[in-house]
């Protein structure tokens, strides 16, 4: 390989030089030029024993042959070559890659994979506003959008990741903090995921998580997070989700019984309890309701059962709330304001998590006069009120609470309210009838 390797380079900078052999398209000279800088810094780099790159330094002896076939030949192996560099992954070799893709497009400007392989290289590089532009260029020329859901998906997650930082500088008073944020907007992943993790750590350092200027900088530091991991989703409807409205939610308790079950750490130690009796009792109901943080993976999910999970989305920062990756068969998410609503399905919801997802009629139960249109309730009022005050609405045929007579279970308003719609308490089994 070593001597293949060399008599390459050799060949390359002899062809850059004289401007070798045939006849040449006029991209050729300059293509040749980054293959020769590639080859000589992949030289510098120490042994070739990556399989990536041993592709790739196949891949641009093809290439160096091509810039004398012609365009077709040259173009082809121009995407080829530039598909094999961000394969091999690195700086350098995106770097590389970038070059091959701006000749391409230069080339072509109306090639849908030159600007998605322009695209590419661009999000490795961090550059990531110049990477939306070349993703949307290939959006444009694509005439089937089924075909580019993976790289609108990209674009709405490069969005996404940038407004996370713009709203987490706006969360800090203008000064270094603030400023540091802001210029992760174009930084490669990783670097930008290091930099806002530091940030958090240091402010949570200085004031605690008790400060509410912290709580939300980590709940959005969470979703930056979240969206480095996994690209978000561009419509609920993906995954084989399928919204439900306040009609089907009613068909689906009509005629049940249907209990809420507190996340208190006592009620989970004695549901998870082999053949034990709040086990066998939850499991008795034909609905099965959970709020907000979920089980998962492990032994303790397979143990519990949740047909029905709600969430709510708190304050101004439109992804926080735990639980969205938690098996359930239909998930409500509440949350006031339309806007981040969507932002935060679209954001967070996880395919093939939940077979139906309640729809904007549902996402404000305890307000909105369609509904139960009180006012005065706040936006603290917890998960668990809200869903057990919506099922009450919509006439579950047995309607119960498990596990919240714990304290801590709900505010003392709501507890107030619960125990005076109560129909029979059983402090032995934690159980408290509503219906």
Same mark, same amino acid.
């Given at each position: ?7 390459? $380079? ?56 091509? @810039? ?190 249907? @209990? ?60 926080? *709330? ?50 139960? *249109? ?55 089994? $934690? ?5």
């Amino acid at each position: 390989m070593g001597q293949t390797f060399t008599g390459l $380079l050799k060949a390359v900078r002899t062809r850059t030089a004289t401007g070798g052999p045939g006849h040449q398209v006029p991209a050729a000279p300059a293509v040749l030029r980054l293959c020769g800088d590639h080859l000589a810094a992949l030289a510098a780099s120490g042994p070739m024993d990556d399989v990536g790159k041993t592709r790739l330094v196949a891949s641009i002896g093809t290439l160096t042959t091509a @810039c004398s076939s012609g365009a077709d030949g040259l173009f082809d192996a121009l995407l080829r070559t530039a598909r094999h560099a961000l394969e091999a992954g690195g700086d350098a070799q995106a770097r590389f890659a970038l070059g091959l893709a701006a000749e391409a497009t230069g080339m072509r400007d109306r090639s849908k994979g030159a600007w998605r392989l322009r695209g590419r290289a661009l999000d490795a590089l961090g550059r990531n506003e110049e990477a939306v532009q070349a993703y949307e260029r290939h959006l444009t020329l694509q005439q089937e959008p089924s075909s580019s859901q993976d790289i609108a998906r990209r674009v709405a997650t490069l969005r996404d990741l940038r407004r996370c930082l713009d709203d987490a500088a706006g969360l800090l008073p203008d000064g270094e903090d603030a400023t540091r944020l802001r210029a992760l907007r174009d930084v490669p992943a990783a670097e930008a995921g290091a930099g806002f993790a530091d940030v958090v750590r240091q402010r949570t350092a200085g004031r605690g998580m008790g400060d509410p200027a912290v709580r939300e900088l980590a709940g959005v530091y969470a979703a930056h997070r979240r969206l480095l991991d996994r690209d978000r989703m561009t419509d609920p409807l993906l995954g084989g989700t399928e919204p439900i409205g306040v009609p089907a939610l009613r068909r689906l308790v009509e005629g049940r019984s249907v @209990c809420v079950v507190a996340g208190a750490p006592r009620v989970q130690e004695e549901e998870r309890a082999a053949g034990g009796p709040l086990g066998k009792l939850i499991d008795g109901y034909d609905l099965v309701v959970r709020c907000d943080a979920l089980p998962t993976g492990g032994e303790s999910s397979a143990l519990v059962r949740t047909d029905l999970h709600a969430l709510t989305l708190r304050g101004d920062t439109p992804w926080t *709330g735990p639980g969205w990756g938690g098996r359930a068969g239909t998930r409500l998410v509440f949350g006031d304001r339309a806007a981040d609503w969507r932002r935060a399905l679209r954001a967070r919801l996880v395919p093939d998590a939940q077979d139906h997802i309640g729809d904007a009629s549902l996402r404000r139960p305890l307000s909105d006069p369609a509904l139960i *249109g009180e006012g005065g309730w706040g936006t603290r009022t917890t998960t668990a009120f809200t869903v057990l005050r919506l099922l009450d609405f919509l006439d579950a045929d047995r309607l119960d609470l498990i596990g919240f007579g714990l304290p801590g279970q709900l505010l003392p308003r709501e507890h107030a309210w619960v125990t005076a719609h109560a129909t029979h308490e059983d402090e032995t089994d $934690l159980r408290t009838q509503l219906r």
